[in-house]
């Protein structure tokens, strides 16, 4: 089922409410980009790599790296503490950790891990609301309706805001904002 289908448009709206809230808190104006340091300061969260985990397993790290499923998880809640992969490019970064931060938003339980591969366990309602509002604060549909009346290019959109362009055309494809190539 794709992902408009599965969730409201009363959520949807209210993702993008936080989107624009997040900023509000910040000091930034709607279309502006929010970089995850920045929230992760304003969420008082620390931000580590699989490395930076004291008693973590090696075995655990070296699987979690090496099949590239590892992407982001939260690995204490108060204080936030979440733990990224290293291996991945900025703009992916930026996007797991914002996953990240948008189940801390939306309050969503921890689940745990898998003590065999060190692995998070997901439900999968949670993750598609994480990755939903994941992907509103990274780029709000007020800000991605400001780049194309810009006529920014995909390309310039995904640079302004810390993005890949796979997040970009997400974030064109759920909101129906078009952009020119």
């Not at 599965?6 to 808190?25: G, M, P």
């Not at 699987?63 to 991945?88: E, G």
């Not at 921890?110 to 990274?138: H, K, M, W």
């Amino acid at each position: 089922m794709v992902l408009l289908e599965k969730l409201s448009v009363k959520f949807r709206r209210k993702c993008e409410s936080i989107a624009t809230e997040q900023r509000h808190l910040l000091n930034l104006r709607a279309f502006e980009p929010l970089p995850a340091n920045l929230l992760a300061a304003r969420l008082n969260a620390k931000i580590s790599t699989l490395n930076q985990v004291p008693n973590l397993e090696p075995k655990h790290i070296e699987t979690l790296l090496a099949d590239n499923q590892f992407s982001a998880a939260i690995i204490r809640v108060n204080p936030l503490w979440i733990v990224y992969n290293s291996k991945h490019t900025l703009a992916r970064r930026e996007s797991n950790l914002m996953h990240e931060f948008a189940h801390v938003l939306l309050e969503h339980q921890t689940v745990g891990f898998n003590s065999q591969t060190g692995q998070p366990l997901r439900i999968e309602e949670n993750e598609d609301e994480a990755n939903y509002l994941g992907g509103c604060l990274q780029i709000p549909r007020r800000g991605l309706l400001w780049a194309v009346q810009g006529k920014m290019t995909l390309i310039q959109i995904a640079n302004y805001f810390g993005a890949s362009k796979e997040m970009v055309q997400f974030r064109s494809n759920v909101t129906g904002v078009k952009y020119r190539y």
